[in-house]
C-alpha cells in the first residue's frame, strides 16, 4: 500500500474550487490512496490517528481520496479505526431527518436536493455537540452538491476586527434557537426531526420531562407541534490551545430554519432575548464563504472534520447524491460568560 500526502497538487488540479479561495489559502489536508484493500487502509488509518487527528485540528478537516468505499459497513470499518467514541445519532438533539445503516452510520441529510444547508457547527444549538464528524461519499451528485467547509477560527478573527461590537455581544450574551418540530419526521424539510424522535419520547408527558431536565422553555402548538427554545449556549468557543471559533448555528439558523413551520426570523436570539442585526449577521455570512472550502465529492471519498475548528454545509445538487455521515467523541456545549 502506497499512500501520499497532495496537499498541494489535490488543491491546485482535482479540487480546482480552491484555486478562487487563494487570497484565504485554505485547503483541508489530503492524502491520497494508491490501489489498496478497505483493510489494509483501515490499518493505515489505525498507525497514524493521533497524526490524522492532529491534522484535523489544525487543518479543520482531512480528506482521504481514492478509497475503495462502497458500502456503509466500509465506512464504519475504517472510522472505526480511529478508536473514537461513537455518538449515536438517535442520542443527539439535531432537528435533521436521518437513516441509519450501522451504529455508527447514518445519511448526511435527508432533505431534497434543492434545499441549501448553510453553515454550521454540528449540533451547536444543543446542549450536547460531536467533536469529530466523518463523512463518506458512495454516490457524488450530478452537478453541484459539495460539502462547504469553512474555518471557524479564521471567521471569528475576521469578525472581531470588522464587527467588534457583535463579536463582544456574542462573547458575552451567548446565543439562544427555537425551531418547531412536528409530530413525526417530515423528510421534505432539512430541520424535519419529529420532537417524538428528537426528545426520545413518546409522550407529552415525556417530551416536556426531557426539555425541563435540559433548561428548554417550550410551547404546544395546536397540540401536535413542539416550540422549543434553547437555554443559553455559546456563539464563540476557546479551544485547548487558545484559539477562538465562531462555534455556533448562527448563519444556518438565521438563514436556512425555514419550511412549513419555522420562519428563520424566529429561530435565533442574543442569549438576554434581544434580536440579532440583520445585517451585520448577512456580512458575517459573506466572510465566512471568503475562507470557505467547496468539497466536491468523489465516489469513496472520506473526510474528518473537527467539529471544534470548522463548520460545513451542503451545496444544492442534481441527480443522485449518497454521502453518509458518524458522529464521535460528544462534548458539552455549555455557556460561559
Same mark, same amino acid.
Given at each position: ?10 488543491q491546485a488540479v482535482v479540487l480546482p474550487e480552491a484555486l478562487r479561495k487563494e487570497e484565504a489559502g485554505y485547503c ?6 494508491g490501489s489498496v484493500a478497505i483493510e489494509d487502509a483501515c490499518a493505515w488509518a489505525r498507525s497514524k490517528r493521533s ?123 451567548g446565543l439562544r434557537y427555537s425551531n418547531v418540530m412536528p409530530s413525526d419526521d417530515d423528510p421534505e424539510s432539512g ?7 428528537? $426528545?426520545?419520547? @413518546? &409522550? /407529552?408527558?415525556?417530551?416536556? #420531562? ?6 428548554? =422553555?417550550?410551547? *404546544?402548538? +395546536? ?52 434580536? $440579532?442585526?440583520? @445585517? &451585520? /449577521?448577512?456580512?458575517?455570512? #459573506? ?6 472550502? =467547496?468539497?466536491? *465529492?468523489? +465516489? ?38
Amino acid at each position: 500500500m502506497r499512500w501520499t500526502d497532495v496537499s498541494d497538487l489535490m488543491q491546485a488540479v482535482v479540487l480546482p474550487e480552491a484555486l478562487r479561495k487563494e487570497e484565504a489559502g485554505y485547503c483541508p489536508a489530503v492524502w491520497q490512496a494508491g490501489s489498496v484493500a478497505i483493510e489494509d487502509a483501515c490499518a493505515w488509518a489505525r498507525s497514524k490517528r493521533s497524526e490524522l487527528i492532529d491534522q484535523a485540528r489544525v487543518h479543520g478537516a482531512v480528506l482521504f481520496r481514492g478509497l475503495p468505499v462502497t458500502e456503509p459497513e466500509h465506512f464504519d470499518a475504517f472510522l472505526s479505526a480511529f478508536g473514537l467514541a461513537n455518538f449515536p445519532y438517535e442520542e443527539s438533539l439535531s432537528n435533521a431527518v436521518r437513516v441509519n445503516f450501522t451504529p455508527r452510520v447514518f445519511s448526511a441529510n435527508e432533505a431534497p436536493s434543492d434545499v441549501r444547508i448553510f453553515l454550521h457547527h454540528e449540533m451547536a444549538q444543543t446542549p450536547i455537540y460531536p467533536e469529530k464528524l466523518f463523512f463518506c461519499c458512495l454516490q457524488s451528485a450530478e452537478s453541484g452538491g459539495a460539502t462547504p467547509i469553512c474555518r471557524s477560527d479564521w471567521l471569528v478573527d475576521r469578525i472581531r476586527v470588522e464587527l467588534a461590537g457583535f463579536y463582544a455581544d456574542c462573547k458575552v450574551k451567548g446565543l439562544r434557537y427555537s425551531n418547531v418540530m412536528p409530530s413525526d419526521d417530515d423528510p421534505e424539510s432539512g430541520m424535519g426531526r419529529s420532537w417524538r424522535s428528537t $426528545l426520545r419520547a @413518546e &409522550t /407529552v408527558e415525556a417530551a416536556e #420531562e426531557r426539555l425541563r431536565s435540559m433548561a428548554y =422553555d417550550w410551547t *404546544w402548538l +395546536d397540540g401536535v407541534c413542539l416550540r422549543a427554545t434553547t437555554p443559553v449556549l455559546p456563539a464563540i468557543k476557546q479551544l485547548p490551545d487558545g484559539r477562538e471559533t465562531f462555534f455556533n448555528q448562527l448563519i444556518a439558523a438565521f438563514c436556512g430554519w425555514s419550511d412549513e413551520r419555522n420562519d428563520p426570523s424566529n429561530a435565533i436570539t442574543f442569549g438576554d432575548g434581544t434580536a $440579532l442585526p440583520k @445585517e &451585520t /449577521v448577512l456580512r458575517v455570512g #459573506e466572510l465566512a464563504e471568503e475562507v470557505t472550502f =467547496d468539497l466536491a *465529492w468523489q +465516489d469513496g471519498d472520506i473526510a474528518m472534520v473537527d467539529n471544534q475548528v470548522a463548520m460545513h454545509g451542503r451545496r444544492t445538487f442534481a441527480g443522485k447524491r449518497r454521502v453518509l455521515a458518524s458522529l464521535a467523541e460528544a462534548r458539552d456545549n455549555r455557556f460561559v460568560a
